[in-house]
């Protein structure tokens, strides 16, 4: 097992990597009272659920499923969580646990936030992107600053993760590579099968490594400012197509590898990247599986519309995280546009 600690002064706390944790002795030696709401989705329920309540015999459970998918992260299913806290008379002593992907990360996190003014709570993410996304280190759903009081990742739940998932959840690995590590990226490229099978070894490297960048870089945020920009490399071109498409259509991580592809050509195209480093990129996320081209039927113009809203926008110039190399990932706030639509054009079909 493998232990990262997330320093955040008093809301420091340590994820948990390996495999066979989800049922865990740790579990219970890191939740305060006696109470305990586990909440969980349809599908992650009948596969993983028993194996969390086995392990917690000597608390007083409760558990909650949700429904499945990002269309019920809204109010009334945040109700049922609050309903069965408030039914069991849960004290502020509580703990609650997250066994889900994002969803019920966000769900809980923002339960958990609230509830009695704010109550202790772990994270068991079970999809890739989740787990590699738990050092979280900000905001979530209602910009409250409530940190998880530990994070189980288990790799052994990866084996029931669809591959559709797997794929987007490893955008974001080959994300920290890009924007980062140029090592790292080697790594990846040279592990991709084992990381692909879901052996455990190979992804707790990848998890740990994904998730200490990240704190790293959240980290130099608060000293330098403006570098955090850097985890969104792919993002704005993902997020014009996810936008595009829809609910429904791409995974966030589809559309972020397809996105990634875009800002390594147009980083070539501005003279950064040679041809070869570009091949590595799509190469890298075709093995994966991610999607290297935009989906069949968006035009430049339909990207151009969508990204000239971005949040990141400064005084209506084009902000886009690019590459000087591979590995090294900067933001550019001029982004030449006839060249970004020399390559859009290029790319769309
Ligand atoms: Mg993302």
């Given at each position: 097992m493998r232990e990262l600690n997330v320093e955040l002064g008093d809301r420091a706390y340590p994820i948990h990597i390996g495999s066979g944790l989800i049922d865990s002795d740790l579990l219970a030696t890191v939740i305060r009272g006696r109470q305990v709401l586990v909440v969980t989705n349809e599908s992650i329920a009948p596969l993983y659920l028993d194996r969390v309540v086995s392990a917690l015999t000597d608390f007083d459970l409760a558990t909650v499923i949700l429904p499945d998918g990002?269309?019920?992260?809204h109010i009334e299913t945040l109700d049922r969580i609050f309903s069965e806290a408030l039914t069991r008379r849960f004290s502020r002593n509580a703990t609650m646990i997250a066994l889900g992907g994002g969803v019920v990360g966000d769900m809980v996190g923002f339960a958990a936030a609230t509830y009695q003014r704010g109550i202790d709570f772990i994270q068991i993410p079970t999809t890739l992107l989740s787990q590699v996304d738990s050092s979280r280190l900000g905001k979530n759903m209602i910009g409250a600053f409530h940190q998880p009081v530990a994070v189980f990742i288990d790799t052994d739940v990866l084996t029931t993760l669809p591959d559709k998932e797997m794929s987007a959840g490893m955008a974001e690995v080959i994300k920290y590579g890009l924007l980062g590590d140029h090592e790292f990226l080697a790594w990846i490229e040279s592990n991709v099968d084992s990381l692909m099978a879901k052996d455990s070894e190979a992804i707790s490297t990848a998890i740990e490594r994904s998730c200490q960048m990240k704190a790293d870089i959240v980290a130099r945020d608060e000293r330098e400012g403006g570098v955090r920009a850097l985890l969104n490399l792919g993002h704005t071109f993902g997020h014009a197509i996810e936008a595009h498409l829809g609910y429904g259509g791409w995974l966030h991580g589809e559309a972020v590898g397809a996105g990634m592809v875009l800002a390594a050509r147009l980083s070539q195209a501005m003279g950064m990247l040679s041809d070869a480093d570009l091949a590595r990129v799509i190469a890298v996320c075709e093995r994966v599986v991610?999607?290297?081209?935009?989906?069949?039927?968006?035009?430049p113009d339909d990207f151009m519309k969508h990204m000239a809203v971005d949040k990141k926008n400064i005084d209506g110039r084009l902000r886009l995280v690019l590459m000087r190399s591979l590995g090294d990932a900067y933001v550019e706030d001029q982004a030449p546009s006839e060249l970004l639509l020399d390559v859009l054009s290029a790319c769309c079909r």
């Open positions: 990002e269309s019920h992260k991610l999607p290297v081209e935009p989906p069949i039927g968006m035009t």
